[in-house]
């Protein structure tokens, strides 16, 4: 392959990378705190592009480029008041971390609910952890104090665990604003601020999203075109020269 097209090829999956994350992200844009995707391949594309145009080489390195690796915008959402005793939403960073087979999983939605057992569920389901383990309410309505301690009645239940993933250790996304570290190393907050009775919206923005779709889409169609030109043309330099003239 001609580094021409290859390329043209980089910049047509970049484009396939992006619009698979933002498509995910209009999907997902009234799930309670949801975090935007970010293509992270686009942006590794264009450094490669950029130094190649500095030093006048080619974007040979594209092979190392992870087309489906994708960034969390960690920017938080708008908490809005629902008066709900099992709403709870974060103030700051860290996550709530439910009980798994798989190990740790994190979310920041704090749409709760109690299972039949008497646990602090999440919406998918997962018992929601505290300091020392699953959090058992009962029948009662709790009390949800802002350092995310959990009373029924005078009786103190647990504490909700508030936790923060190591730098090194990437969130995955795995659906219902999900996640899980792919090397299961996470810090206790010490001092978390929570707030019952409300809840934490996704920070996607519909309609920027929609304008960036269609700037990629635009993107992608014009790098098509000019890989059908560019074919057409090594199609015609083919045949000229290979024209015998008497």
Do not use: C
Not at 141 to 159: F, H, K
Request: charged share 20%.
């Amino acid at each position: 392959m001609s580094e021409v097209l290859r390329a043209i090829a980089g910049a047509m999956q970049a484009d396939v990378a992006t619009l698979r994350a933002i498509s995910q992200n209009i999907a997902n844009a009234e799930v309670p705190a949801y975090r935007r995707q970010i293509p992270l391949a686009a942006t590794r594309f264009e450094e490669l592009l950029s130094s190649s145009l500095a030093d006048g080489s080619t974007p040979a390195a594209q092979s190392d480029v992870q087309w489906d690796a994708v960034g969390t915008d960690e920017t938080p959402g708008t908490l809005k008041g629902t008066g709900e005793p099992l709403h709870v939403a974060i103030e700051g960073g860290g996550y709530f971390q439910l009980q798994s087979d798989q190990g740790a999983v994190l979310t920041r939605r704090g749409d709760f609910h109690v299972s039949a057992e008497g646990l602090l569920t999440a919406a998918s389901g997962a018992p929601v952890l505290g300091i020392a383990g699953p959090i058992e309410l009962g029948t009662a309505t709790p009390t949800i104090a802002s350092d995310g301690t959990v009373r029924v009645a005078d009786n103190l239940v647990g504490q909700l665990k508030i936790v923060t993933a190591a730098q090194d250790s990437p969130l995955q996304y795995v659906g219902d604003a999900l996640y899980v570290l792919l090397n299961d190393d996470v810090t206790t907050v010490e001092q978390p601020t929570v707030r019952q009775g409300f809840l934490e919206a996704g920070n996607v923005t519909p309609v920027q999203e929609m304008v960036h779709m269609m700037e990629t889409l635009r993107h992608f169609e014009t790098a098509q075109r000019f890989l059908l030109g560019y074919d057409e043309l090594r199609q015609q330099a083919i045949s000229e020269l290979g024209r015998v003239d008497f």
